[in-house]
């Protein structure tokens, strides 16, 4: 690829990216009821087929867009990690609806307060839930995304090395600040590493 001039890669990558943006298939985690929304947006009315986007897998290695539509326990983290793994690159992630993003009104030990801290997202959605509309604005948002930095041997995610999401209060609260919170100590806490 090196040896290619430069002319030649970009309109390789012009290529790529016009099929990756445009045949985006989802690994849709629904747990709640965001989910609903979700599949109301495949549904006739909304018809996320005008965008490529109809194809909903359940297996991981057909996918290349998680789409994660609810609140996720705790205890779904490993799943959700390993599904996120078991997903081939150049793959991209929306967090849809309050609860993915942010844990919503579940302000808890037990529900996972933003995705983010588990996954890489490219686009949030907000709302409770978010409309359909929403969420095909949010794979048009992608869309243009993956055309302007997408690249055909997918440089753009060599800087994916370091952890960029919101980082532990622990590192800045002192011991007897910390809250230890009933359950596994080990997963359960928020505030502990
Ligand atoms: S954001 Fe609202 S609609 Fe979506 S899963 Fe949470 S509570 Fe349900």
Known sequence: MAVMPDFLITKLDWV????????????????????????????????????????????????????????????????????????????????????????????????VQGIDRFLPVDVYVPGCPPRPEQLIRAVIDLQEKIQATGT????????????????SMIKTLELDQTMVVPGDFNTATRQRD
């Open 16 to 111: 790529a990216n016009l099929a990756r943006a445009n045949s985006l298939w989802p690994m849709p985690f629904a747990t709640a009821c965001c989910g609903i929304e979700l599949m109301a947006t495949a549904s006739s009315r909304y018809d996320i087929a005008r965008f490529g986007s109809e194809a909903m897998r359940f297996s991981p290695r057909q996918c290349d867009l998680m789409l994660v539509a609810g609140r996720v326990a705790m205890k779904m983290v490993p799943v959700l990690q390993r599904i996120w793994l078991q997903m081939p690159e150049p793959k991209w992630c929306i967090s849809m609806g309050a609860c993915a993003s942010s844990g919503g009104v579940f302000d808890t030990y037990a529900v």
């Open 152 to 167: 055909v041997n997918a440089r753009e995610f060599t800087d994916r090395t370091t952890y960029e999401g919101p980082t």
